[in-house]
């Protein structure tokens, strides 16, 4: 089996934990960490990875940039980007999807939701 | 003239007899035909008759062959109806099943969630790291924007507004307990719903949810939640059990995070006391 690397970008350590648990439940994924835009960003230059899961309101640097960023990247340049937000606002949608981001989930967090998301955008 | 005469009478005996034997010759002719034509009707009268003897038979056949077919049918009608009941019975099954599924997904998914928040609830005895993963709660799995927690001062018996989202903590008043919707569910320990969230203006004395933070049946405090995040339109059933859940483990993480903190103070006073004693 195939294993694909995913990296989720979240600043609350209770939220990063209920996404990793979440994904837990998809075979074959590796998951990787990271607390905001610039740990991620870190992690990303260390090692490839198939997906990236990313808030947007974290310190340091924000998951819009951060989607702005690896965009940006040759790299990352075709690696699927879904954010997961409380901003629900259609143009906070259409700004993140403009820059790069493949899919934008708003919270409250569906774990079904997520699950389905990352299954459609890895070959599983 | 008599020799001549002699000649011709003899002629014409002769030919009359030749006549003669040709008309019997004729006569038994005619008579063997009808004879035959006697014999010929009576074999196409027979023939008729096994004929429509013959046709007779042949459609009681097909007229029984006929009686069973339409019996076959009627009774594989039947057992079609049979099968297509059987397949509507087992579709419902299915969908029931199909639905099920989807309640247990949720089911489950709102207890991992429980899991986890309830993991991080009781992961460290900091009372405002407490407060901060009770917010980060709050809004990423109930999905509120604008909510504050009120914890009870058991000297003043209020609630007193410790930590708040969307709002400041000062613009939230102390409630008495007893006193008006919060007080209310403080008091009964009760959670508050109102009926309709749309339409709804702030209001600090009324809001949208009222959680009282419960250990058993001692309350602590209330969660009341004013504005639910814009894509958070209402409330799901599995929302009301989350709140309940939350709710319990909240309290028990404020409270021995509190009684820590409490503790924490109190030994560091003594340690202060017998410092200043043994010097």
Same mark, same amino acid.
Request: with cysteine; glycine share 6%.
């Given at each position: 089996?195939?294993?694909?690397?995913?990296?989720?970008?979240?600043?609350?350590?209770?939220?990063?934990?209920?996404?990793?648990?979440?994904?837990?439940?998809?075979?074959?994924?590796?998951?990787?960490?990271?607390?905001?835009?610039?740990?991620?960003?870190?992690?990303?230059?260390?090692?490839?990875?198939?997906?990236?899961?990313?808030?947007?309101?974290?310190?340091?640097?924000?998951?819009?940039?951060?989607?702005?960023?690896?965009?940006?990247?040759?790299?990352?340049?075709?690696?699927?980007?879904?954010?997961?937000?409380?901003?629900?606002?259609?143009?906070?949608?259409?700004?993140?999807?403009?820059?790069?981001?493949?899919?934008?989930?708003?919270?409250?967090?569906?774990?079904?939701?997520?699950?389905?998301?990352?299954?459609?955008?890895?070959?599983? | 003239?008599?020799?001549?005469?002699?000649?011709?009478?003899?002629?014409?005996?002769?030919?009359?007899?030749? #006549?003669?034997?040709?008309?019997?010759?004729?006569?038994? #002719?005619?008579?063997?035909?009808?004879?035959?034509?006697?014999?010929?009707?009576?074999?196409?009268?027979?023939?008729?008759?096994?004929?429509?003897?013959?046709?007779?038979?042949?459609?009681?056949?097909?007229?029984?062959?006929?009686?069973?077919?339409?019996?076959?049918?009627?009774?594989?009608?039947?057992?079609?109806?049979?099968?297509?009941?059987?397949?509507?019975?087992?579709?419902?099954?299915?969908?029931? #099943?199909?639905?099920?599924?989807?309640?247990?997904?949720?089911?489950?998914?709102?207890?991992?969630?429980?899991?986890?928040?309830?993991?991080?609830?009781?992961?460290?005895?900091?009372?405002?790291?407490?407060?901060?993963?009770?917010?980060?709660?709050?809004?990423?799995?109930?999905?509120?924007?604008?909510?504050?927690?009120?914890?009870?001062?058991?000297?003043?018996?209020?609630?007193?507004?410790?930590?708040?989202?969307?709002?400041?903590?000062?613009?939230?008043?102390?409630?008495?307990?007893?006193?008006?919707?919060?007080?209310?569910?403080?008091? &009964?320990?009760?959670?508050?719903?109102?009926?309709?969230?749309?339409?709804?203006?702030?209001?600090?004395?009324?809001?949208?949810?009222?959680?009282?933070?419960?250990?058993?049946?001692?309350?602590?405090?209330?969660?009341?939640?004013?504005?639910?995040?814009?894509?958070?339109?209402?409330? &799901?059933?599995?929302?009301?059990?989350?709140?309940?859940?939350?709710?319990?483990?909240?309290?028990?993480?404020?409270?021995?995070?509190?009684?820590?903190?409490?503790?924490?103070?109190?030994?560091?006073?003594?340690?202060?006391?017998?410092?200043?004693? &043994?010097?």
């Amino acid at each position: 089996m195939d294993v694909h690397k995913v990296l989720v970008v979240e600043d609350s350590p209770t939220m990063r934990q209920l996404i990793v648990f979440a994904l837990k439940r998809i075979r074959g994924l590796k998951i990787a960490e990271a607390s905001d835009g610039v740990d991620g960003l870190k992690k990303l230059s260390a090692e490839t990875f198939d997906l990236i899961l990313t808030d947007i309101n974290m310190p340091i640097m924000d998951g819009l940039k951060l989607v702005s960023m690896v965009r940006n990247d040759p790299k990352y340049k075709e690696v699927p980007i879904v954010v997961i937000t409380t901003e629900g606002a259609v143009e906070d949608r259409e700004r993140a999807l403009s820059l790069g981001a493949n899919e934008y989930i708003t919270k409250p967090i569906q774990t079904t939701t997520i699950l389905d998301t990352v299954k459609r955008l890895l070959p599983l | 003239m008599s020799r001549s005469s002699d000649d011709n009478d003899r002629s014409t005996y002769s030919r009359g007899e030749e #006549f003669l034997q040709a008309f019997k010759k004729g006569a038994e #002719f005619t008579q063997e035909l009808l004879k035959e034509n006697e014999k010929l009707r009576y074999r196409v009268l027979k023939l008729e008759e096994a004929l429509s003897q013959a046709g007779g038979e042949g459609g009681k056949d097909q007229s029984s062959e006929a009686v069973q077919l339409r019996q076959r049918i009627e009774e594989l009608e039947q057992e079609k109806a049979e099968i297509l009941g059987q397949i509507k019975e087992i579709e419902e099954e299915n969908e029931d #099943f199909a639905n099920r599924y989807v309640e247990i997904e949720e089911e489950n998914n709102m207890l991992a969630n429980l899991y986890i928040a309830s993991f991080q609830l009781h992961s460290t005895l900091d009372f405002k790291e407490v407060l901060q993963i009770i917010v980060e709660i709050v809004i990423n799995l109930i999905g509120a924007e604008e909510f504050g927690i009120l914890l009870l001062d058991e000297k003043t018996n209020k609630l007193e507004p410790v930590a708040a989202e969307g709002i400041t903590t000062s613009d939230i008043p102390a409630v008495p307990v007893g006193q008006g919707i919060i007080g209310e569910a403080a008091e &009964t320990g009760e959670n508050y719903f109102i009926a309709s969230i749309s339409g709804y203006v702030r209001d600090y004395e009324k809001p949208l949810v009222c959680i009282p933070l419960k250990i058993k049946d001692q309350v602590i405090g209330v969660i009341t939640i004013y504005k639910l995040l814009v894509q958070k339109e209402e409330f &799901t059933g599995v929302d009301y059990e989350l709140f309940t859940l939350l709710a319990g483990h909240a309290a028990t993480a404020v409270f021995s995070s509190r009684l820590y903190s409490d503790s924490e103070r109190k030994l560091s006073t003594i340690q202060g006391f017998i410092d200043l004693l &043994t010097k």
